[in-house]
């Protein structure tokens, strides 16, 4: 059965996405712990991301950095990396800018309106 990410990226179910190529896809956590809090996926669907072969967890972690980088651009925050590995099972990276808005443990209640903004605020074209 497909995870979650899977119809995401299938266009199953709706999100709010900021990027993706043929390896990898980015989208707006729907909790998210920050202002611009981003979850980055492979395609490839797999648990745990060392079970990814190499070329795609190179493709993971480039488009990791690249994004990173746009948003600290765009945001003027740094961004953490979090790998947790035990919430879905389909590797994933959360991008979270360290800004006002984020408390450990704390996640924020955004309207479809500010995801929207923020979306529009860190969308990514290579």
């Given amino acids: 059965m497909p995870s979650i990410f899977t119809k995401i990226i299938q266009g199953e179910i709706p ?3 900021i990027y993706e190529d ?3 896809f980015a989208f707006l956590d729907i909790h998210p712990e920050s202002r611009g809090h981003v979850l980055v996926i492979p395609k490839l669907e797999v648990d745990k991301i060392y ?3 190499d070329e795609d967890y190179q493709a993971l972690m480039a488009t990791v950095k690249t994004l990173s980088q746009h ?3 765009s ?3 740094r961004t953490l990396w979090k790998v947790v590995g035990t919430d ?3 590797a994933h990276v959360h991008l979270m800018p360290l ?3 984020w408390q450990y443990g704390r996640t924020l209640d955004l309207t479809p309106d500010e ?3 923020i979306r529009t605020q860190l969308e990514y074209k290579s």
Wanted: charged content about 40%.
């Fill in 15 to 17: 999100c709010y996405k």
């Fill in 22 to 24: 043929d390896k990898t």
């Fill in 51 to 53: 079970d990814l072969p």
């Fill in 71 to 73: 948003m600290e651009k």
């Fill in 75 to 77: 945001l003027g925050a």
């Fill in 88 to 90: 879905v099972p389909h």
């Fill in 99 to 101: 800004d006002e808005t």
């Fill in 115 to 117: 995801f929207e903004q």
